[in-house]
């Protein structure tokens, strides 16, 4: 009975050391639970900088309070229930913060600000890299939002439908460049960039733009365009005729990828 006695002791301990290196390595489920929420928090910062965006390209100003934003579900910690703090300084400038319950000071090399956005941490990179308490972070309303853009209203002339080819990109880390011949006629292109070929998801509209190739992008906005990311990109002669996907790869070298394009569903006519 002692031997048997024995026997379970050893066991409970056995278990109970397991479970003190599982903990050790991959956390408590306490500890999980509240990297899961403070991702969230990290995730609800991004999508308010960019409902920002949005209600400043309407609005041609920022908004007051975060109440005056139309999205509703990512506004406030998903623990307390409190809105964000969102403060701002200039006519372009604002800060959003949040705390946080653990520490992600420490990341792998990409998330860490290894890859810059001219000249700086990406946006969102110093929220990404929190310290467990409050951490804050200032954003600035991209240029092509902020500036004056050109119209083409005074260039516009009847649309022809037609195909696109000889499509080929220079996707630099603070410019890219977008060649193309359109058969048809159109006013107005734009390129639209994404990380998935189908551009199911993930999709950046407005690029660039322009009347006529090539089309250009200084310094470029979106958050997932940096070096080594493999993105997709086609182009719309408006009103709804758009090219084939292309893929490239940022900071990769020239890309030109000659298209023998005919018509397909996607083209549409007038």
């Known amino acids: 009975m002692k031997k ?3 026997a379970i002791g050893i066991l409970t301990i056995l278990v109970v050391l397991l479970l003190w290196g599982g903990f050790g390595i991959t956390g408590s489920p306490l500890e999980s639970r509240q990297r899961e929420i403070d991702q969230k928090r990290v995730d609800h910062i991004m999508s ?16 007051t309070s975060l109440n005056n934003l139309s999205q509703r579900d990512s506004l406030n910690d998903p623990e307390t229930g409190e809105l964000y703090t969102y403060r701002t300084y200039t006519a372009h400038m604002y800060e959003l913060c949040a ?3 653990t520490d992600q000071s420490v990341l792998n090399a990409q998330e860490s600000g290894e890859y810059e956005y001219n000249g700086k941490p990406y946006p969102g990179d110093m929220i990404r890299r929190h310290g467990k308490g409050t951490a804050c972070e200032r954003f600035t309303i991209p240029d092509y939002l902020s500036k004056p853009q050109r119209t083409y209203q005074n260039t516009y002339v009847e649309p022809v439908v037609g195909a696109f080819s000889s499509m080929s990109a220079t996707l630099d880390k603070t410019a890219a460049r977008f060649e193309f011949e359109y058969s ?7 390129v639209e ?5 189908d551009f199911s998801e993930n999709v950046y509209r407005t690029f660039a733009t322009g009347s006529k190739s090539p089309l250009k992008a200084i310094n470029p906005p979106y958050f997932d365009y940096f070096c080594g990311q493999t993105v997709y990109w086609r182009v719309l002669a408006e009103p709804e005729v758009y090219s084939d996907s292309v893929e490239g790869v940022v900071c990769g070298g020239p890309e030109a990828v000659e298209i023998d394009m005919v018509e397909v569903d996607s083209i549409q006519t007038f």
Request: charged share 20%; glycine share 2%; no cysteine.
């Open 48 to 63: 308010i900088k960019y409902s920002i965006e949005n209600y400043y390209s309407k609005n041609k100003r920022l908004p």
């Open 193 to 197: 960039m994404s990380t998935v070929a």
């Open 4 to 6: 048997h006695y024995n």
């Open 99 to 101: 705390t946080f319950s």
């Open 184 to 190: 048809g006629v159109s006013s107005r292109y734009t």
